[in-house]
């Protein structure tokens, strides 16, 4: 009776473990090669993409991407071409687009490291663009925010967009002919919605993030709350071991 709790902590702390990463996808170090398709130019050292995640955040109004490299990024990048990192996209409101290498997008977030950065939004179909503010880059890690209706519609004008759960996005860094694309390079990852209750809405003022506006987001609760389960239920199983072994005990 007593391997009882011990076999419910070690399976609640895999669970935790799990829940704690699995919003993440992990590209290999190393992997940055010629671009597909491109026979010629100058292999260059292109950001090495490790790990992304990509949330919806600040009650379903924007999307958060944060991109970790494998080194430091220098920015703004004076050796040879800048280098430029997409977030692509797949919208299944809108046609698909495929060029060059990249095969079932129809949205771009568009990234290159110059002197004065912004970030471009690309909607390939109709053939428009948008500008925002650029990403935070610190150190390895690069954080791109975006207001959700600047990648889908805002139906009832609330603020918030619904289609967003029903994206789906990748990642492909270049430089010169170099490229690292996260898995195959197209949009199959999903979007993680996180919890911001204790997040104020952003103001109207910076809402859209646009050129000269910087909102502020947090992580919410969403991490906290699996510990806080996590915790009760460890203490719920050691409570009902501690009662089996007593009445054992008696017998």
């Not at 609760?221 to 008696?250: K, Q």
Request: proline share 7%.
């Amino acid at each position: 009776m007593r391997l009882l709790p011990a076999v419910g902590l070690l399976a609640l702390v895999a669970v935790v473990g799990t829940a704690g990463t699995a919003s993440a996808t992990t590209d290999p170090a190393g992997d940055v090669a010629r671009c597909p398709g491109l026979n010629a130019g100058r292999l260059e050292d292109a950001p090495d993409l490790i790990d992304a995640v990509g949330e919806v955040i600040e009650l379903g109004t924007s999307v958060r991407w944060t991109l970790t490299f494998a080194r430091p990024l220098q920015v703004p990048d004076a050796s040879g071409t800048p280098f430029r990192v997409d977030v692509v996209l797949y919208d299944p409101k809108a046609p698909t687009v495929s060029f060059g290498y990249y095969h079932g997008v129809n949205r771009l977030l568009r990234y290159d490291a110059v002197a004065d950065p912004v970030l471009v939004t690309l909607l390939l179909p109709e053939r428009g663009e948008s500008r925002f503010i650029a990403p935070e880059v610190d150190g390895a890690t690069m954080t791109v925010r975006i207001p959700g209706r600047a990648l889908t519609e805002d139906e009832d004008e609330t603020g918030t967009s619904p289609g967003l759960d029903a994206l789906r996005w990748g990642v492909i860094t270049r430089d010169g002919a170099a490229c690292d694309l996260l898995g195959s390079g197209r949009p199959h990852e999903r979007l993680v919605s996180v919890g911001s209750a204790t997040a104020a809405p952003p103001a109207a003022d910076d809402a859209d993030r646009g050129i000269g506006g910087r909102g502020v987001s947090g992580r919410g609760i969403g991490g906290w709350l699996v510990w806080v389960v996590a915790i009760a239920l460890v203490g719920a199983i050691a409570i009902a071991g501690e009662r089996s072994r007593r009445s054992s005990s008696r017998r």
